[in-house]
C-alpha cells in the first residue's frame, strides 16, 4: 500500500505571504518594531504569527548582534525612553475618537505643557464619557468652528456642563467631580473658553477640592499601629512592616515608597532619604515617569527602621521592596504589582482591627461607613497618619511636615491632611497677650529671633 505524501503548508509566511527563509521573517520583526510595536503579541498581528513564535525569533535575535535587539529579564524589548514617549504619543493619536478636530485641537494644547500620553488618555475617555451621556458631539459642546462670539460659546459650554452635573450627581452621589471639572475646564480652555478667578464657583467648576478637607482627621491609633507591628513582626513579615513604618515617618505616596532604592538613602554623615514623587511634574525621570525627586530628613527612629530594613531585607539589591529587573519599563510593572501587594495586604489587616474605639466620631465614622482610606486607600491612609502625628510632635510645624511629607506648600496640608485643631487653637489663645497701645515691636521680633536661635541650636 502506497503512502500518499502530503505536503505541509509552509510556515515561513508573513501576513500571509510566503517567504523563502527564517531572515525574512526577523526583517518583518525588525520593521514592526521600528514602527511602534514593542510586545509580542503586537507583533505577532502586525506580522501574523502568535505571540509565542514571536518570543521565540526575539530570542534568536538577541543573539545575534547584528538585529540589534536587547530585552530585560522579563522578556520586554528594550527601548530608550523617547521612543517609549514617542510611542504612547502616536498610540494616541490613533484613537477613533481623538480624530475628531476638537479633540485634536485640545490634545496639541496638552501636548505643549508636556502632560504625559497616559494622562491625555485618561482625560480625553472622560469627555468622551461626558458626550456619550449629553449625546452630543464634543465640537458642539464648545461650538467648535461656528462662527460665534466667545461669550456666547462659553454659555453653551457651561449649559451643557450642567446638564451632566445633573446627571453625574444623581448617578454617583458620594463621589468627588474634582477630576471631571479639572478635565472638563482644560477642554474648554483649549478653545479659549475660560473662567475669571472664583467665577467657576457659580457653575460648578470650581477646581477647589472638595471633600478632601473631611477626611483630614483619618488615621490609624498608636494602639493599631502597635498590633499591626507586632503581627507582621510575629509573622515574620518584614517587607509590610518595613513599608508601613518607613512610610508612617516619610509620608510618601504609593509609588514613592514602592520604588524607593539603596542608592537613595545616606545613613550619614547626615541621614537624608530621596523619593520620587510622579504626580508633581518638575522635569526629573524614573522608571519611565516624570516627576520630582523630594529629598528628606526624617528623624532618628526612622533611621533605626531602615537599618532594621537593611538587616531583615534581602541583601545585594538596588530596591528595597524587589529585584531589579534590568529597564525602567520592567521595574515599573514591578512597583505596580508591589502595591497592590502591598494593598490586599494591608486591607485584610485593617478589616481585622478594632474599630470600636477610634479617636473621635469622625474616624469612626470613615472606619465603619464609606471605607474609602481603610478599603478604597489604605497606602494612602499612612500619609494621613503621618501628617497628624508630625503635626503634633512639632506643635503644628506646617513648614516642616510639609517639606518632609512631599507637599508642595503648606495649604494642601493643613486643608486636607491635618490642620491646627481648635482645642490647640484655644490653649494658645489663652498664652498669647497681644496690648495694642503697649506693645514694643521691634523687642517683640527681637525676643522672636532669640528663640528661634536657640530652637536650632
Not at 538577541?62 to 502616536?90: C, P
Not at 531585607?313 to 521595574?331: G, I
Amino acid at each position: 500500500m502506497v503512502q500518499a505524501l502530503v505536503r505541509r503548508k509552509s510556515r515561513l509566511r508573513v501576513k500571509g505571504i510566503k517567504v523563502k527563509d527564517r531572515g525574512k521573517i526577523k526583517e518583518a520583526i525588525t520593521i514592526s518594531i521600528q514602527n511602534g510595536n514593542y510586545t509580542t503579541r503586537e507583533i505577532g498581528i502586525d506580522i501574523g504569527k502568535d505571540h509565542s513564535t514571536i518570543s521565540r525569533y526575539l530570542t534568536e535575535m538577541e543573539r545575534e548582534e547584528r538585529w540589534g535587539i536587547k530585552r530585560d529579564a522579563n522578556g520586554n524589548i528594550i527601548i530608550s525612553l523617547q521612543k517609549q514617549i514617542a510611542q504612547q504619543y502616536q498610540r494616541l493619536d490613533k484613537e477613533p475618537f481623538n480624530q475628531l478636530p476638537s479633540i485634536q485641537k485640545w490634545i496639541t494644547y496638552l501636548k505643549s505643557g508636556k502632560i504625559p500620553a497616559r494622562r491625555i488618555r485618561y482625560m480625553t475617555n472622560m469627555v468622551h464619557e461626558i458626550s456619550d451621556q449629553l449625546k452630543v458631539m464634543p465640537e458642539t459642546i464648545v461650538s467648535f468652528g461656528v462662527p460665534i462670539d466667545a461669550a456666547k460659546r462659553k454659555e453653551i459650554a457651561i449649559e451643557y456642563w450642567q446638564h451632566f452635573l445633573a446627571w453625574f450627581n444623581s448617578a454617583y452621589p458620594q463621589m468627588q467631580r474634582t477630576r471631571n471639572i479639572t478635565t472638563f475646564r482644560s477642554f474648554l480652555s483649549a478653545h479659549n473658553i475660560n473662567f475669571a478667578h472664583g467665577e467657576g464657583k457659580r457653575y460648578g467648576l470650581s477646581t477647589t477640592p472638595e471633600k478632601l478637607g473631611e477626611y483630614k482627621d483619618i488615621m490609624l491609633t498608636p494602639e493599631q499601629i502597635d498590633r499591626i507591628n507586632k503581627r507582621l513582626e510575629n509573622e515574620g513579615d518584614w517587607l509590610s512592616w518595613s513599608f508601613m513604618n518607613i512610610d508612617l515617618h516619610t509620608g510618601a505616596r504609593a509609588f514613592a515608597m514602592a520604588s524607593m532604592s539603596w542608592d537613595r538613602i545616606a545613613m550619614s554623615p547626615i541621614f537624608r532619604v530621596e523619593q520620587f514623587e510622579p504626580k508633581i511634574k518638575k522635569g526629573s525621570w524614573y522608571l519611565g515617569s516624570e516627576g520630582k525627586w523630594w529629598v528628606k530628613y526624617p528623624t532618628e527612629e526612622c533611621r533605626a527602621i531602615v537599618e532594621t530594613a537593611y538587616d531583615r531585607l534581602p541583601k545585594e539589591r538596588k530596591f528595597l521592596f524587589f529585584e531589579d529587573a534590568k529597564s525602567d519599563k520592567a521595574n515599573a510593572l514591578q512597583v505596580a504589582y508591589f502595591m497592590r501587594k502591598m494593598a490586599v495586604r494591608l486591607k485584610k489587616i485593617f478589616s481585622e482591627l478594632d474599630i470600636s474605639s477610634w479617636l473621635n466620631e469622625k474616624t469612626r465614622m470613615y472606619a465603619l461607613g464609606d471605607g474609602l482610606y481603610f478599603t478604597g486607600h489604605p497606602l494612602h491612609l499612612f500619609r494621613h497618619t503621618m501628617a497628624q502625628y508630625y503635626l503634633a510632635a512639632t506643635n503644628w510645624s506646617l513648614a516642616y511636615v510639609a517639606s518632609l511629607g512631599g507637599w508642595e506648600n503648606t495649604e494642601v496640608l493643613n486643608k486636607c491632611y491635618g490642620g491646627i485643631p481648635e482645642h490647640i487653637k484655644a490653649q494658645i489663645a489663652k498664652s498669647v497677650h497681644v496690648k495694642f497701645d503697649k506693645l514694643d515691636l521691634c523687642v517683640a521680633v527681637a525676643a522672636e529671633y532669640t528663640s528661634l536661635i536657640s530652637r536650632i541650636r
